[in-house]
């Protein structure tokens, strides 16, 4: 039996961020909810669920759903910040067999400067510590920012699932499961 996620860090440091727990307080859901709209035609391109995000109260039960998962022992959400200002998320969850996925986003200024490649890092340290086995993420075929991300922290292609997935750029597409495996001396 794993440990309890509420003894889960709830603050992981890097050279350039800090992934912290983010708690379903007013002040996080509206800050979220602008972030959501000043991004929301990039972010909807590969996560469908940002369209059912369309005010600040639906942002609010959302992390209050994501929060309760921690007490659940289901997943924990971090916010990704740089410089105090969130600029993403990063979560895990689907925890089964000593495993679990982990999925991520970031706004459109922040891509393409490594933050993503630093925060998988980081989380995927704390994952291992804590005594998880087994890391997967499922990416839509196409989403090559995504996939980068994977191979660059050395994640491999283990399976394609034809047609199992849907993005609003796109449409149906193939899911790509990358995996990692802790690694045993």
Request: charged share 25%; net charge neutral; hydrophobic share 40%.
């Amino acid at each position: 039996m794993m440990q309890p996620l509420s003894i889960f860090p709830q603050t992981i440091k890097t050279p350039r961020l800090v992934l912290r727990v983010v708690a379903p307080t007013p002040e996080n859901a509206e800050m979220i909810f602008w972030i959501i709209e000043q991004n929301r035609e990039y972010l909807e391109a590969w996560q469908g669920h940002f369209e059912y995000l369309r005010n600040v109260n639906e942002v609010r039960q959302k992390l209050e759903q994501r929060y309760a998962q921690i007490a659940n022992n289901e997943g924990v959400l971090f916010g990704i910040y740089k410089n105090d200002e969130l600029i993403g998320r990063i979560r895990f969850f689907d925890i089964k067999d000593n495993g679990c996925e982990i999925g991520y986003w970031l706004i459109k200024s922040a891509n393409g400067h490594g933050y993503m490649s630093e925060a998988l890092s980081a989380l995927e340290t704390e994952l291992f510590k804590f005594g998880f086995n087994r890391i997967t993420l499922d990416i839509d075929a196409g989403n090559t920012a995504s996939e980068n991300v994977a191979k660059r922290n050395g994640y491999k292609l283990e399976k394609r699932l034809p047609m199992a997935s849907w993005a609003k750029c796109v449409g149906k597409c193939d899911s790509l499961i990358y995996v990692k495996n802790k690694e045993t001396d």
